[in-house]
């Protein structure tokens, strides 16, 4: 009776579950701290867009903004959209338990596969392409965050394909509670 139940915890949805509830949770901490801690992680967005610690290669440089008003505004919308994916990525974690407990895995799955584009699109177009190359942080030594948007780029992309496996691998009968 143990190892049934055991069992049925390495199922796809229990991974699933996990998956998704672990990259709400992060991405619900990093906006969290974002919040709460608003000035560290704006002048990493304002010195990436003024270009300020890159080889001031006067070819790229007219791409820099110096408005700081220009700059707050899209630190602001970063953070909206990292609270935005927060909120979609909990809620497919809500529908990936609901699931697991009454069969179902088709709206936990939508919603999750949403929330992990909206990583991807955060931290592969905005971090990698517009801020790695258009505003080429590449370039600085200090203000360079395309380790840590890799790293979440392909974090979701592997969440997003695990969540995608084909249906024969997928149990979808999920733990029951006990009568």
Do not use: C
């Given at each position: 009776?143990v190892?049934?139940?055991?069992?049925?915890l390495?199922?796809?949805p229990?991974?699933?579950?996990?998956l998704?509830?672990?990259?709400?949770?992060?991405?619900?901490?990093?906006?969290f701290?974002?919040?709460?801690?608003?000035g560290?992680?704006?002048?990493f967005v304002?010195?990436?867009?003024?270009?300020?610690?890159?080889f001031?290669?006067?070819?790229?440089?007219?791409?820099?903004?110096d408005?700081?008003?220009?700059?707050?505004?899209a630190?602001?919308?970063?953070?909206g959209?990292?609270?935005?994916?927060?909120?979609?990525?909990?809620?497919g974690?809500?529908?990936w338990?609901?699931g697991?407990?009454?069969g179902?895995?088709?709206r936990?799955?939508?919603l999750?596969?949403?929330?992990?584009?909206?990583l991807?699109?955060?931290?592969?177009a905005?971090f990698?392409a517009?801020?790695?190359?258009?505003f080429?942080m590449?370039?600085?030594?200090?203000?360079?965050?395309?380790?840590?948007?890799?790293?979440n780029?392909?974090?979701?992309?592997?969440?997003?394909?695990v969540?995608?496996?084909p249906p024969?691998?997928?149990?979808?009968?999920?733990p029951?509670?006990?009568?």
């Amino acid at each position: 009776m143990v190892i049934k139940r055991l069992g049925r915890l390495g199922t796809l949805p229990v991974a699933a579950t996990v998956l998704t509830g672990t990259l709400a949770l992060y991405i619900a901490l990093v906006a969290f701290g974002n919040i709460t801690d608003f000035g560290t992680n704006r002048d990493f967005v304002r010195h990436v867009l003024a270009m300020d610690t890159t080889f001031q290669d006067e070819d790229l440089m007219w791409r820099a903004i110096d408005s700081r008003t220009v700059q707050d505004i899209a630190y602001v919308a970063i953070i909206g959209w990292e609270t935005l994916a927060a909120l979609v990525l909990v809620a497919g974690t809500a529908w990936w338990v609901r699931g697991l407990w009454r069969g179902g895995f088709d709206r936990a799955r939508r919603l999750s596969t949403l929330g992990l584009l909206m990583l991807m699109l955060l931290f592969g177009a905005g971090f990698l392409a517009i801020g790695g190359e258009w505003f080429a942080m590449w370039q600085s030594s200090k203000w360079n965050g395309l380790e840590p948007a890799g790293r979440n780029f392909v974090v979701a992309g592997f969440v997003l394909v695990v969540l995608h496996l084909p249906p024969q691998w997928w149990d979808r009968s999920g733990p029951r509670p006990s009568a």
